[in-house]
């Protein structure tokens, strides 16, 4: 009787624990499959280094050092591979499973970016967006790169 008290007890604090504490990440939209150098994920005014198989989170911002990449697998199966010294900004992250219905948007800020489209695209033509700091690109379900310099931005 008593141990059966004692699980209760645990059980009602824990549920209250979680019913209280709020959120403090965001969605889990991929992972990370291959990085080499120095790579950092900026969450939520957190700087993390991240390791292969660490998840990545809607609203993360992606960096890689001078000799650093990153290659990274969403769950609508779109593909990232940021080349040195990359920033990338994941700015909204939308997708069902079922309907593969989503949106899609990242920033460019700096360095190289390599983009394999995944479902998102493949549903809706109009669902994934990639802007730079002069132009938005609209992607229809296609393999194409982006380089951003101090000058401004070339695509392929």
């Known amino acids: 009787m008593r141990c059966r008290s004692y699980c209760a007890a645990l059980c009602l604090c824990i549920l209250f624990f979680m019913i209280c504490t709020p959120a403090t990440s965001g969605e889990q939209i991929g992972q990370i499959k291959k990085m080499k150098g ?3 994920i900026h969450r939520q005014g957190r700087e993390l280094t991240p390791s ?4 990545v989170e809607d609203r993360d911002t992606l960096t890689t050092g001078p000799q ?3 290659g990274i697998t969403f769950i609508d199966n779109s593909r990232f591979s940021l080349g040195p010294g990359s920033r990338v900004e994941l700015d909204r992250f939308r997708f069902n499973t079922t ?3 989503g949106a899609f948007e990242a920033t460019v800020q700096q360095g190289t970016l390599l983009i394999l489209s995944g479902e998102i695209a493949k549903q809706s ?3 994934m967006k990639i802007k730079t700091r ?3 690109l609209g992607v229809r379900g296609t393999t194409f790169a982006i380089k951003v310099d101090q000058a401004g931005w070339a695509g392929k």
């Open 68 to 70: 650093g990449s990153v």
């Open 38 to 40: 120095e790579v950092k």
């Open 125 to 127: 033509p109009d669902a």
């Open 99 to 101: 309907t593969h219905e």
């Open 134 to 136: 002069t132009t938005m």
């Open 52 to 55: 292969p198989g660490d998840l």
